[in-house]
């Protein structure tokens, strides 16, 4: 059993982000032209973006040539990364643009959209470039000084790049999820409340001892992760059989009981005392707000709403109807209310993380 | 102590499918078969479960069960580290359904008896040729973040994806006639989708617009069908 944990352990994706809503993973941002061009690096001229709601505009008018590149002050080893891609996100007006990456000694090395797939059909719609680094050079990833250059090689052009980053282990479309447990960021294999032992009964809401790690690689723009009980299901075990929201734990001896369920993303890990009681409304200490759990038969569950998406191609849901874009990996924590609770019971639920496009 | 799951043997789940969705225009009664690829990224095994459910339903087209429209195989398989599988879809169009059907195709992790069920759903939307309307109407503008926003409210039986053209007029009332002047005029391309009954918008550049009356004129393209329309509206 250790060796096989070992061994998730090595195959979990990393991810660096290098230019997203949140800002750069490096300290600089250059730009270059030999003409006229205009940059902004926090754009919403376009209403849809693969991630949050800004993205990179680079509008070049005259010359031959324009671009950006997201560059460090001190040489960086990325080697974790080799035999990953390098993933972006672009809407242009032309596929005659070059990708680069950039070594600490000032070597760069070239790649062209158009041996990647371009194709006309791709002009002023979002596009998924993914280009293995390999291909770049098998040691591009040691000694790195810009790990992404971006330049327009025709004027008049405008193109727009969104999400970049360097990804190792994760597929473009996947959907990744861990549980680990908040005392030591361990990886476990259930949900407990073992604080509820500890306080005793009655008491009201309660965090529980684990939260999920959750890793998305989406290959479209318009996607969420939606999460929810499915109580009332036929195959629902227990499966509730009372009046009331069927939304939370199901008592297994009594199964017209349910206990209340809370959740929150968050973008960073918490302990226990930020987190607080859990109880929806609440806030955590530097993080967002605890919502309530839906269930699938809710009256007010929607697929897709968004008070049962924590995270969509907008962001984090903080309160609960904004977002805030953040990068992965997110963490959900959840908590239940036992101030009708009973003992000795168990109370059970399935929870539902399901990731959509739409 | 209260628990609320049984052990289970991965804490880790993984998976990934292709492609991200199907949009499809047929006639009633017409077939199509389509594919989607789920691969088990990370696991030594991976059982999958494979389920179709309603996303948004058209009141219209309430009556009209999922199994009845799409039909795919395999339901169950098992896949190896790194093992791709290929699902089937069969898609025939009822001969009763409006505007359009959509559905999810889920692939559902089974196998680890975890409290949490790791799902990937992907739509699968048909238009249906014969009868589907595409209708819009410019609801107003309104200011966000320096930002301008066209709210268009979708009134036919098919979602859209706002795509098209749009040109601004100002208008302004003198003492005897109206003057109109035009602003600008620029083609947009957005992602996602309206639904029938509900609103969207259209994000507009920085334009710097004074508070007064505009006349908006909206081109919208939908599957060749282009429709055009105008509307006053005050920004305030």
Known sequence: MIILFLFLFFLYPEILTIYNDEGISGDNIYTWNDGGADYDGSSQDLESVPEGFKCFKTTATSGSYAGWGVFYNTEQDFSEYQNGDLRFWIYSSTGNIKVEIERWNGETVTKYLSDYGWNDSYVNTWRLFSIPLDDFAVDITTSVKSPFKITVLTTPATFYIDMVRWAVNIDTGSFNLKIKRISDDVEVSSFTFTRVNLIGLPTGWVVADQYIEIEVEPSDISWGIQIYTDNESPSADPRYTGTEDPAGLVDTSTTTKRLQMGWTIEYLTHSLSELGTGEPGTWVNGGYQWKYFKDKASSDFTNGGSYVTPWNNEGLLWNTWQRDSKSPPNYIYISADFSNAVTPRTYKTKIFVEFYYQ | ?236
Request: one cysteine or more.
């Open chain 2, 1 to 236: 102590m209260w628990i609320f799951s049984s052990l289970f043997l991965y804490s880790l789940l993984a998976m990934s499918v292709t492609p991200a969705k199907y949009e499809l225009l047929l006639s009633t009664g017409e077939r199509n078969t389509i594919y989607f690829t789920v691969k088990n990224d990370k696991l030594e095994m991976m059982k999958v479960r494979v389920n179709s459910k309603y996303w948004f339903v058209l009141p219209e087209n309430k009556g009209i069960e999922i199994d009845s429209w799409l039909s795919f195989s395999p339901k169950e398989f098992y896949l190896k580290k790194g093992e791709g599988k290929r699902v089937i879809c069969e898609v025939i169009v009822p001969k009763n359904a409006s505007g359009f059907l959509n559905g999810m195709l889920s692939f559902n992790q089974i196998d680890s008896p975890t409290s949490v069920n790791i799902t990937i759903s992907v739509p699968v939307y048909i238009i249906i040729k014969d009868n589907y309307s595409f209708d819009f109407e410019v609801r107003g503008l309104k200011r966000e973040n320096e930002y301008l926003l066209v709210e268009i409210f979708n009134k036919g039986n098919v979602y859209f994806r706002p795509r098209g053209r749009i040109k601004m007029n100002r208008e302004r009332n003198f003492l005897i006639f109206k003057k109109k002047s035009f602003l600008f005029e620029k083609r947009f391309k957005e992602e996602r989708h309206i639904f029938p009954g509900s609103s969207g918008y259209v994000k507009l550049g920085n334009l710097g617009l004074k508070d007064g009356k505009y006349e908006v004129i909206l081109e919208l393209e939908f599957w060749g069908d282009k429709k055009i329309r105008k509307k006053i509206v005050v920004l305030k």
